[in-house]
């Protein structure tokens, strides 16, 4: 298959989720199943994410988070579904994808997802991110988190 050694990377990148403004990046494409629900479950946002350098939206692209994330709980602590390809697009990594996938409790401080594949330079990828949220605009539902990803791949 050609593999060479497996080696563990940590990455540092940070999620911009816009969800306000002319150009989001964060839109929804299912509506909550009822008005009344505490937890908004049901509700589906499309993701086109930045993955930045720093936690300044404006700092250097490294990736996309392109995927979806789908509020998943009916009780709290409320949880959402997160289902993400992190598509490098510039750098040693560019044209590679990490993809992650997991249950974000986002209300806990940090949360843990699982890195279940990737391509390119991360073929073979196994991995976790830990997600800590470092800025949410509570009126536009704007919101930055902090990706650390430790991973393993060839």
Known sequence: M???KEKLSHLRLYWQ???SGKNPTSVQIVP???NTSSTKFGLIQMINDALT???DPKSKVWARAQGFFALASQEKPAAILMAMNFAFVSGKYN???LTIFGRNPYMEKVR???VIGGSGVFRFA???AKVTTRKINSKTGDAVA???IYVFHY
Do not use: V
């Open 17 to 19: 989720d816009i969800q």
């Open 126 to 128: 196994r991995g976790y």
């Open 32 to 34: 909550p199943a009822s």
């Open 2 to 4: 050609g593999l060479r």
């Open 53 to 55: 350098a720093t936690s």
């Open 95 to 97: 044209g590679s994808s």
């Open 112 to 114: 843990e997802m699982a």
């Open 146 to 148: 902090e990706y650390n």
